[in-house]
């Protein structure tokens, strides 16, 4: 499964647009990138997914370029509650059977 | 309707207790996840089931042994606990290979 590599924190300010970006150069053909979220003291909660270029959803946009080594999360306008860590992951999804979460972006929403 | 429940949320016991902390969804999924989250937020699978049948087992000391009776279920039980398995268990389940919903956790203190 491939290894994914991020910030391991970031700030911003309220209304700010934040963009997290994940490496993950092994990827293979077959594999999707996902993104979680997690709130202090809660289960992470899916956010957004890809495969190759742009996916927008009502919460996030997801930008994969096109040799797929790398893909960026973008929050617009984040506000107080988008505090949370941010876990990119990369799995078949035909194996979702063992999806590896990495160590996450802390991600600090200032007012 | 809560998607993927777990009880207890908070177990404190003593060291060489057995314990266990169940799991029910009622998403109708396939496949059930257990994942330890230790104090530095690294979320680690342990186990996955598909239809009531072991597929993933990680390096799990065989203190830790998982219990489908049905689909909709899956429970985690622990012997002789020991003082490195405190941490943060979560539940989670899947029913096709894009999102995996997670529980709220079981907050494990083990003194």
């Known amino acids: 499964l491939a290894k994914t590599t991020q910030p391991i924190s970031m700030d911003s300010y309220e209304g700010q647009e934040v963009n997290i970006t994940c490496s993950h150069n092994?990827?293979?053909?077959?594999?999707?990138i996902t993104w979680y979220q997690q709130f202090p003291s809660q289960g992470p909660r899916f956010i957004i997914q890809?495969?190759?270029t742009k996916v927008t959803n009502e919460v996030a946009s997801l930008f994969i370029p096109a040799d797929r080594k790398s893909s960026t999360l973008s929050l617009p306008r984040v506000s107080l509650s988008d505090t949370a860590v941010y876990y990119c992951?990369?799995?078949?999804?035909?194996?979702?059977?063992?999806?590896?979460f990495g160590s996450g972006t802390r991600l600090l929403v200032r007012p | 309707d809560t998607a993927v429940s777990q009880t207890p949320k908070y177990l404190v016991t003593q060291m060489g207790n057995d314990k266990s902390i169940k799991c029910e969804q009622n998403l109708g999924h396939d496949t059930m996840y257990w994942y330890k989250q230790d104090s530095k937020k690294f979320l680690k699978i342990m186990f996955s089931?598909?239809?009531?049948?072991?597929?993933i087992n990680e390096t799990v000391p065989n203190r830790f042994s998982p219990k489908s009776p049905d689909k909709a279920h899956l429970n985690l039980h622990i012997n002789s606990l020991e003082l490195g398995d405190s941490a943060v268990y979560f539940c989670a389940s899947t029913g096709g290979g894009d999102e995996q919903f997670f529980g709220p956790g079981t907050r494990l203190t083990v003194l």
């Open positions: 992951l990369v799995g078949d999804m035909d194996s979702s059977y063992k999806l590896i």
């Open positions: 092994n990827i293979a053909t077959n594999d999707y």
């Open positions: 890809g495969y190759k």
């Open positions: 089931y598909n239809n009531k049948e072991l597929i």
